[in-house]
Structure formats: structure tokens, C-alpha cells
């Protein structure tokens, strides 16, 4: 259990929630009325707030402007059918966070901030949480460095904030993706494992050359041979071979996915065989062309399941009938089942607000 954080607390006049629809929200775009800061200085965090929505005034100077040091998280909150509003594994967040911080050499941020602050924060504009289908409180924390000076050096200060934003579905539709030979998320030794800005930033040229090409996104490989498979875009990927659900082994090159580990979990509750191993491409031809490869679907926080209807590798082209799936819709259904309170929580993921 966390502490009961002492937060000051500034609420809204009126509410921006009267002027907006959370009926097919887009994702992303719109925020609630608070959010909630607090500030690293001297070896400790300190004035810790609760306050409206509003822009950050930053010195041109600000170090993460300039050498990077950023990292977040994404993590949803879901409105019950008994109208409670419970957060979706918020501790394995914490968790990911506090490693990416070590790893971009910055502070760990306590629990009694991350995860009391946020559920305080949900507790104010918990009537910004969608009630229909597919839509969810999108929950997004981040910190970044902000000593305004130039200095290739860790920050001695930094800014945490948790902004909320109501969303509905992410990838409505299924994808076309396209192997990438060329450009490389992560290497060994690397920083492929956190969530930090830049793994993102260095993203974005490929997504752009494989949407004019015509797909959605990447299927990232390795920085060697470009044959071992990562993630998919942004998303950890998984492959039903022979009705076995195959998913590239968590190393420092992936992203630790709290949304791949609960399909994984429900998977082998339904019994179904998994596989966390490394995978190559030529492996995943091989089963396509001799008819083992079923089934295709990224895995993420802001998607949670994104079926892939079409897979590029080189000049060979893998199509897939994306309605014959059968055990996506069934991970999907029973996660969504879990969240929703309609099925019982027997891993204990749902954090009450």
C-alpha cells in the first residue's frame, strides 16, 4: 500500500469537460483540467502539486532540450460497469519507469508520488473517463532534465509530471508493415529497453519511408544481421505458429511490455502454448509459405492488440485474413473482460482509485 501523500491541490473553475464529446475521442488530443507536477532539486523531490492543465515556461537553455534526458510512460484507467474506476497495473509501470530513470542517469521517482499522486489526480477528473467501448483514461507520466545550462553532464534537476487524456481506440483498423533492413532501433548495451524520448524521435524516418511505400509501420530487426525480430513499431509483436504464440525474448534491446506480459499471462490461462524465444524472420517466411503462420498482432498500451493484415520482407509479401483470427479477439476479450470488472481479477492488476 502507498502512503497518503500530502499534495496541495489548486482545482479548475469549470470544467473543459462541458464543451467536449468522450464519444469516438481521437487519441491523444485532448486533456483533462489538472495535472499533476513536482520538482528534483537537491537530492529530493519536493512540491508536489495538483493544479490545472496549463503550459510549463522553460529557459531556452533547459537540458533535456538539448542532450535528451527524457523518459515516460503509458498506462490506463477504465470505468467499471459497477462505475468504479480502477488503473490497469500501475506498479509494473512504476517499475519500467524507475528503470528507464537509472539507465538515462536519472532519479528514481518514489512510489507515494507516482502511484498515490496519480491515483489523487484520477480521483479529481475521474468524470473524464470514457464509459463506452474501446475508450479508456489514457495516463501519461514523463520526467525530463531541467538545469538551464549547456553541459553534456547529468541534470541535478529534473521535472515530473502525470498528464491525463480520455482516448478512444488507437489503430482502428488492421496494419501493413514492412521489415526494416536499414534503420535500427536498438543495439546491445543500448537504451532499446526504456521508454525514453529518443528511442521515438529515431523512430519516426522509417515509419515515414514505410508509410510512403504504403504500410503503417515498422517491423524493427537487429543492428547486425537484420534478421532477429524486435517490435513492431513502437509495440511488442507476437506470432501464432503451428497454435503456438511465439514472442521475441525479452533482452535489452525490447521494450518490456506490461501489456505483452498480461497476453502472455491470459494466453496460458487459456492454455494456450507460448514461446518467449528469439525469433528470425526466415523462420516466420518459412511458416507462412508452408501454412503454420496463423496469426500476426502488435501489443502495446495505447492499441493493446493491433492485428497485422500484411507482413513486407524484401520483395516477398505475407497476406493475412485478419477475420480467421481466433485467438487475438479471445486475448482481447478476455483482457477487456478483466478491466471492465466483468471477469475475475485473480492476478491482481486493478488498482482502485
Known amino acids: 500500500m502507498t502512503e497518503v501523500l500530502d499534495?496541495?491541490?489548486?482545482?479548475?473553475?469549470?470544467?473543459?469537460?462541458?464543451?467536449?464529446?468522450?464519444?469516438?475521442?481521437?487519441?491523444?488530443?485532448?486533456?483533462?483540467?489538472?495535472?499533476?507536477?513536482?520538482?528534483?532539486?537537491?537530492?529530493?523531490?519536493?512540491?508536489?502539486?495538483?493544479?490545472?492543465?496549463?503550459?510549463?515556461?522553460?529557459?531556452?537553455?533547459?537540458?533535456?532540450?538539448?542532450?535528451?534526458?527524457?523518459?515516460?510512460?503509458?498506462?490506463?484507467?477504465?470505468?467499471?460497469?459497477?462505475g468504479e474506476a480502477v488503473i490497469f497495473r500501475p506498479y509494473e509501470?512504476?517499475?519500467?519507469?524507475?528503470?528507464?530513470?537509472?539507465?538515462?542517469?536519472?532519479?528514481?521517482?518514489?512510489?507515494?508520488?507516482?502511484?498515490?499522486?496519480?491515483?489523487?489526480?484520477?480521483?479529481?477528473d475521474k468524470s473524464w473517463i470514457p464509459a463506452q467501448a474501446d475508450h479508456s483514461l489514457y495516463i501519461r507520466p514523463f520526467m525530463f532534465a531541467t538545469d538551464y545550462m549547456l553541459g553534456v553532464k547529468p541534470s541535478e534537476t529534473y521535472k515530473f509530471l502525470i498528464i491525463l487524456s480520455p482516448v478512444g481506440p488507437f489503430h482502428a483498423a488492421p496494419m501493413k508493415i514492412a521489415v526494416e533492413e536499414k534503420y535500427t532501433r536498438a543495439a546491445p548495451g543500448g537504451v532499446g529497453f526504456s521508454k525514453n524520448a529518443g528511442n521515438y524521435g529515431g523512430s519516426m524516418l522509417p515509419a515515414t519511408k514505410a508509410k510512403e511505400m504504403g504500410y503503417d509501420q515498422v517491423l524493427w530487426t537487429d543492428a547486425f544481421e537484420h534478421?532477429?525480430?524486435?517490435e513492431v513499431g513502437m509495440m511488442n509483436i507476437g506470432f501464432v505458429i503451428n497454435n503456438t504464440f511465439v514472442t521475441p525474448m525479452l533482452e535489452d534491446t525490447i521494450l518490456k511490455g506490461v501489456t505483452r506480459d498480461s497476453i502472455v499471462t491470459i494466453l496460458k490461462d487459456m492454455g494456450v502454448k507460448v514461446e518467449e524465444r528469439k525469433l528470425n524472420i526466415d523462420?516466420?517466411?518459412?511458416?507462412?509459405?508452408?501454412?503454420?503462420?496463423?496469426?500476426?498482432?502488435?501489443?502495446?498500451?495505447?492499441?493493446?492488440?493491433?492485428n497485422i493484415k500484411k507482413l513486407k520482407y524484401k520483395d516477398f509479401v505475407m497476406n493475412f485474413d485478419v477475420n480467421s483470427f481466433t485467438i487475438s479477439p479471445k486475448v482481447k476479450q478476455a483482457l477487456d473482460e478483466i478491466r471492465l470488472g466483468k471477469a475475475p481479477d485473480k492476478h491482481g492488476w486493478l488498482f482502485k482509485v
Request: glycine letters at 6%; aromatic letters at 10%.
Open 7 to 82: 499534495i496541495n491541490i489548486t482545482k479548475i473553475e469549470r470544467s473543459k469537460l462541458k464543451d467536449i464529446s468522450l464519444e469516438n475521442i481521437p487519441f491523444g488530443k485532448y486533456f483533462t483540467d489538472h495535472m499533476l507536477e513536482a520538482d528534483y532539486e537537491n537530492g529530493e523531490w519536493k512540491t508536489v502539486e495538483i493544479k490545472p492543465y496549463q503550459p510549463l515556461i522553460l529557459d531556452p537553455s533547459v537540458s533535456a532540450l538539448h542532450y535528451g534526458q527524457s523518459i515516460f510512460e503509458g498506462i490506463k484507467a477504465f470505468r467499471q460497469e459497477n
Open 93 to 124: 509501470n512504476l517499475k519500467r519507469f524507475n528503470l528507464s530513470a537509472l539507465r538515462m542517469s536519472m532519479p528514481e521517482i518514489p512510489e507515494e508520488i507516482f502511484i498515490e499522486g496519480m491515483r489523487q489526480l484520477i480521483e479529481i
Open 227 to 230: 534478421k532477429w525480430l524486435q
Open 283 to 306: 523462420e516466420v517466411v518459412e511458416a507462412y509459405k508452408n501454412g503454420t503462420l496463423t496469426e500476426i498482432f502488435g501489443m502495446g498500451t495505447a492499441a493493446v492488440i493491433s
